[in-house]
């Protein structure tokens, strides 16, 4: 996974309005991908908008969640 940087770019300062046919035609550029190619790439996505390292993300909190039985 560490090749992700040079193959994807998140740009923070880009938006583009687009009208139901335009977002059409650009939903089909990811169509042609595996869905594990989706996965890296959200993967990638996800470490620079939260600002981890990808090859070695943060742990979860597992002390913050509780089980409880319902009545």
Do not use: C
């Not at 939903?27 to 959200?42: A, S």
């Amino acid at each position: 996974m560490s090749d992700s940087p040079k193959k994807f770019r998140l740009d923070r300062t880009a938006f583009e309005a687009r009208n139901a046919s335009e977002q059409v035609n650009y939903g089909k550029v990811y169509q042609n991908t595996t869905w594990q190619e989706r996965l890296r790439i959200h993967q990638y996505l996800n470490s620079i908008a939260y600002g981890y390292d990808l090859d070695n993300p943060p742990r979860m909190d597992k002390t913050f969640f509780q089980i409880k039985t319902r009545k």
